[in-house]
């Protein structure tokens, strides 16, 4: 989860045993006095984070204090900190797409030193949210966080609509199929429309629930699940910075409609400019059949009284005609350059690393990257929703982790936003703006942009 509402005016910027006590070298007594502050989001992860951190102070007596502040204040808060060089955080989980700018401005500290003593090996966790996560540049042996909170866009699903024989029967006489949770996009498109204004115990339903907000992310974290599954891409891997034919292709437009037909035919009114949140509201109030959201947020919906337990159900993000992937989510967790306890910061990652401390975060609602937690046998069972989660980090894309990120963020937000909700344009006038807007950012960082 990522929310920018600080673009507007900046684009620069389980069983913890003996062996935890050999992490901390004296525990209680020896760390008495000290406190670490581990700044993040205020959500449901973070009162999990709160919970297992109980255990770090238990084991070394470093006594942890937190700044969590809302989704649409988070990276506004922060890289303002961070930016200013402040003190507040020690420990930061931060976001996978400030990992460039980060790394280039010399805000977190570099773990690869650190990892190599404490035999902390990358190897061990999702690959996808290694890169993700952790690397910059890309892909290359360099680290500036731990992988911390798996994310990914999936969905949920009513699904004792989807069981009631006379809704099954009808959809089948409309489609020839019976209704399932959708795999493609063009099945997701017929459910959609099958529930668009039907009348469920008497309210008025929708088809879907889909990322349409405007001023930080959402409508690109939510059309990117479309675009990359009809052939988008961000440049040419081949030739980096050439996104000529690439980000426009004709594949990538046909991507774009798609997302508007479905905001056209099978939403909710009113859900202009509609996020996370929005979503959630949606889908607890009964109104939608379908909702496109974050993975961070099923352990609460599954606990939901009125639409969890056995009314509610999950997959993974369909498929599209030229490939299978979802927008990742997530971050990592990095030691603060400017912080005064960079060794203790550095003493609660090594104990975070630990697997038992991976999955009792698990256990607690956080999502964990561990290869040791979420390959293990029966991790498919550990939750409802576990295996979709399971597979959607093995299908995962993310925005683009520049240190301009911040511009070419606001750069989709406005073009894609323009079209979709707005009707400006075609979307293959929409994409070919897009790379005009894209290669004007990275021609004034200096980069040299490829055509064709």
Not at 68 to 75: G, I, K, L, Q
Request: aromatic share 14%; glycine share 10%.
């Amino acid at each position: 989860m990522r929310t920018f509402n600080w673009l507007r005016s900046s684009t620069a910027t389980m069983v913890l045993g003996t062996a935890l006590l050999g992490i901390f070298g004296g525990g209680e007594a020896a760390a008495q006095g000290k406190q670490l502050t581990l700044c993040w989001a205020a959500w449901d992860p973070a009162n999990a984070l709160v919970e297992l951190g109980k255990d770090f102070t238990k084991q070394s007596g470093i006594e942890m204090k937190y700044e969590f502040v809302p989704w649409t204040s988070y990276a506004d808060r922060f890289l303002n900190e961070l930016n200013s060089h402040g003190k507040l955080c020690d420990l930061i989980i931060g976001d996978s797409q400030w990992i460039g700018g980060a790394a280039e401005n010399k805000w977190y500290v570099k773990l690869n030193d650190f990892f190599d003593k404490e035999k902390i090996s990358m190897d061990d966790f999702v690959p996808a949210t290694v890169v993700g996560y952790s690397q910059w540049p890309k892909n290359s042996p360099n680290y500036w966080a731990l992988p911390a909170m798996a994310d990914a866009v999936g969905w949920t699903y009513r699904k004792d609509w989807f069981s009631r024989p006379e809704i099954q029967s009808a959809f089948k006489a409309k489609y020839g199929r019976d209704l399932a949770p959708p795999k493609t996009y063009d099945e997701l498109k017929q459910i959609a429309e099958f529930f668009q204004g039907r009348e469920i115990d008497g309210k008025k339903v929708y088809g879907a629930y889909i990322f349409t907000e405007r001023g930080s992310e959402g409508i690109t974290m939510g059309v990117t699940n479309v675009l990359y599954n009809y052939g988008f891409a961000y440049d040419n891997p081949k030739k980096p910075y050439q996104m000529q034919g690439v980000v426009n292709s004709p594949e990538a437009a046909k991507g774009l409609e798609f997302y508007k037909e479905l905001y056209k035919c099978c939403t909710a009114p009113g859900m202009t400019n509609a996020y996370m949140q929005e979503g959630l509201d949606a889908f607890k109030s009964g109104q939608v059949a379908m909702q496109m959201n974050w993975f961070a947020f099923f352990p609460g919906l599954y606990k939901d009284p009125n639409v969890g337990g056995d009314k509610i159900g999950f997959f993974v993000n369909p498929a599209g005609p030229n490939g299978h992937f979802t927008q990742l989510g997530g971050q990592g967790i990095s030691v603060v350059a400017t912080s005064d306890r960079k060794n203790d910061a550095l003493a609660y990652i090594k104990w975070f690393a630990q697997p038992a401390v991976q999955q009792k975060w698990w256990q607690l609602g956080g999502y964990s990257a561990l290869k040791a937690v979420v390959d293990a046998p029966d991790f498919p069972k550990s939750a409802a929703f576990a295996p979709q989660f399971l597979e959607s980090m093995g299908i995962v894309k993310d925005f683009w982790a520049e240190p301009s990120y911040a511009q070419l963020l606001l750069d989709m937000q406005k073009r894609v936003h323009d079209y979709v909700v707005a009707d400006k344009g075609t979307a293959q006038q929409t994409l070919d703006l897009l790379v005009k807007d894209w290669t004007k950012v990275f021609k004034e960082q200096g980069k040299q942009v490829a055509s064709q």
